[in-house]
């Protein structure tokens, strides 16, 4: 079995227990925010919508802008000391959420939820990348994804289901929830992420900037389209909310059903093909879905779109892994995913622009021109740098 695994057999456990940890977290995060709020908040704090959801743009924002910073401090305090800080302040959270009956306190205890959350993905990140076996990275990488991601799926849909009937009890959950990531991580207090020999030749910093396009891209094209996706499904093909449904859980199943092999294939022919190939179905996708009326091409698109992102997201991966500075990794780690986190924030405004002013379908040609402009540049960049 360990064999198959991209990690080293060596510190396993402890990564295991983070990445365990980092995923309950995730999930109380979105089962606080997505099931339990819409409830909670106005029968038990009297406080509307506008509220609680003001609060979790600003526990994003807390986090997002924050993340550089965050990966500093878990590469340069102890990633044990800083999982350990964000369980604590997340389960501070939830005991004080019954008091929280004024927004500007659930607003400040949602912004400081936020930046203690701030350390753990450039933190588990790096350490996937530290511990990876040799030749092993961009899987090593996509694999610690697959399994912390879904638990945001598994908080709102589980905690969503209790808090509808019984808002008390779903916070009763999330509080057990997060003690036993607290647990978790005050296991591995006194951990450090492994920091790598150093190398006597100096690093192109000047690179870094090459990174950036495909942070903000990557997650902006899609966020055109995240708040419009169901108006449009439903006024052009007559689809309702679970028939769509459908139709994304072909494409991300497959998208998460191919990684092993896309993940090998990346480790061992290099991360080039992966990426420009996945950004450049991606961007055909978008393109296909602003002029198609056929159900049957949507459900080609989405295995598609599938296809596509199991290239992308371990090419990226790849990509970073084998160019990334050694120094200081969390931190710049953190800042990339900075730019993702603006690319997420700003899109669904753009797309809505985009839809006034031009139809329906701009926000899908405005997205699949970031995916093919994307594909074009790093085919230029990778053919011209030589990148070690």
Not at 280 to 305: C, D, P
């Amino acid at each position: 079995m360990f064999r198959l695994l991209p990690w080293a057999r060596e510190g396993l456990s402890v990564f295991l227990r983070l990445v365990l940890a980092v995923g309950l977290m995730e999930g109380v995060r979105s089962g606080y925010f997505a099931g339990l709020m819409p409830f909670y908040a106005p029968e038990r704090l009297h406080l509307g919508p506008a509220v609680f959801t003001l609060a979790y743009t600003l526990h994003q924002l807390a986090e997002n802008l924050s993340k550089s910073f965050g990966g500093l401090l878990a590469e340069r305090v102890g990633f044990g000391k800083t999982a350990s800080l964000a369980g604590g302040v997340g389960l501070l959270v939830l005991f004080l959420t019954p008091q929280a009956e004024a927004a500007w306190i659930l607003w400040a205890l949602a912004t400081l939820w936020g930046l203690s959350l701030s350390t753990l993905y450039p933190g588990l990140m790096t350490l996937a990348s530290r511990i990876a076996v040799p030749g092993r990275e961009a899987r090593a990488l996509s694999f610690t994804l697959t399994l912390v991601l879904p638990w945001a799926g598994i908080g709102l849909v589980g905690v969503g289901q209790v808090a509808q009937r019984h808002p008390e009890a779903a916070l009763t959950l999330l509080v057990l929830a997060q003690g036993i990531a607290l647990l978790l991580t005050l296991s591995l207090f006194a951990f450090r992420i492994p920091l790598p020999p150093p190398k006597r030749e100096a690093y192109p910093w000047g690179r870094l900037f090459l990174f950036l396009p495909a942070a903000f891209g990557q997650t902006f094209a899609p966020a055109l389209v995240s708040l419009s996706l169901l108006r449009y499904a439903k006024e052009r093909f007559g689809l309702e909310p679970l028939a769509l449904g459908g139709f994304l859980l072909l494409g991300g199943g497959l998208a998460f059903g191919l990684l092993p092999l896309t993940g090998r294939l990346v480790d061992r022919r290099g991360y080039r093909l992966a990426l420009l190939g996945g950004l450049f179905l991606l961007g055909f996708a978008m393109l296909r879905l602003a002029s198609t009326q056929s159900l049957a091409e949507v459900a080609l698109l989405a295995v598609l779109g599938g296809v596509g992102f199991s290239l992308f997201l371990p090419g990226w991966n790849g990509f970073l892994a084998k160019n990334l500075p050694e120094e200081n990794r969390a931190a710049i780690w953190g800042g990339l995913m900075t730019v993702e986190g603006l690319g997420v924030a700003l899109g669904p405004a753009a797309g809505g622009v985009l839809w006034q002013a031009f139809g329906p379908q701009a926000p899908f040609l405005a997205g699949s021109a970031i995916f093919f402009a994307l594909s074009l540049f790093y085919a230029f960049v990778l053919g011209r740098v030589r990148w070690s």
